[in-house]
């Protein structure tokens, strides 16, 4: 099983801050990783897949990057509607494995 | 509008069983991989399981193999979760999603429904 580690568990930041979210994977990947927000009592929402490529209706401040096991989610400049709990997954292998999800507080 | 809608969920005993169901509208269902995936109380998310257009393929986390099943009614646009023998660790949410499998990537789930609690307890 991939185990995916993202760090840091939260993060604090002001709105218009940029944010540097990480996810770690056991063994590569390739860039086969997806990357999810959820609100709370929300249901998640799709952001990024396969490392780079933003889902329908995502807005250009979320960016993904990374290939192998070392990847990251940046979202270049915080809204209020963005500090939301984010998780990695990966789609290499089964099982499908998510991360424990970064929180991003507000400051 | 592309909607999932899951029920079923309830408090049920431990060893008991339970019966899962998500309607999909709004696309094509049987075009469509389809997911289990849940999430304990406070806690993250876990995939549980998938199964391929037409239930050819199913696939499932070793914490679920043999008490839990996925199937699918394509006739009636329906994705199920046989859940028996549960355990007190079953207790989550469980949201249905879809699976964008051969719509651009593989296995990143682009809609998902609102969540069916199932809480497992004497």
């Known amino acids: 099983e991939i185990v995916l580690t993202q760090s840091p568990a939260t993060l604090s930041l002001s709105p218009g801050e940029r944010a540097t979210l990480s996810c770690r994977a056991s063994?590569?990947?390739?860039?086969?990783l997806h990357w999810y927000q959820q609100k709370p009592g929300q249901a998640p929402r799709l952001l990024i897949y396969d490392a780079s490529n933003r889902a329908t209706g995502i807005p250009a401040r979320f960016s993904g990057s990374g290939s192998g096991t070392d990847f990251t989610l940046t979202i270049s400049s915080l809204e209020p509607e963005d500090f939301a709990v984010y998780y990695c997954?990966?789609?290499?292998?089964?099982?499908?494995?998510f991360g424990g999800g970064t929180k991003v507080e507000i400051k | 509008e592309v909607l999932l809608v899951e029920s079923g969920g309830d408090l049920v005993q431990p060893g008991g069983s339970l019966r899962l169901s998500c309607a999909a509208s709004g696309f094509t269902f049987s075009s469509c991989w389809m997911t289990w995936v849940r999430q304990a109380p406070g806690k993250g998310l876990e995939w549980v399981a998938n199964v391929k257009q037409g239930g050819s393929e199913k696939y499932y986390v070793d914490s679920v193999k043999g008490r839990f099943t996925i199937s699918r009614d394509d006739a009636k646009s329906s994705l199920f979760l046989q859940m028996d023998s549960l355990r007190a660790e079953d207790t989550a949410v469980y949201y249905c999603?879809?699976?964008?499998?051969?719509?651009?990537?593989?296995?990143?789930?682009?809609?998902w429904g609102q969540g069916t609690m199932v809480t497992v307890s004497s």
């Open positions: 063994q590569s990947v390739s860039g086969y």
């Open positions: 999603a879809r699976d964008m499998s051969g719509r651009g990537s593989y296995h990143a789930f682009d809609i």
């Open positions: 997954q990966q789609r290499l292998s089964w099982p499908l494995t």
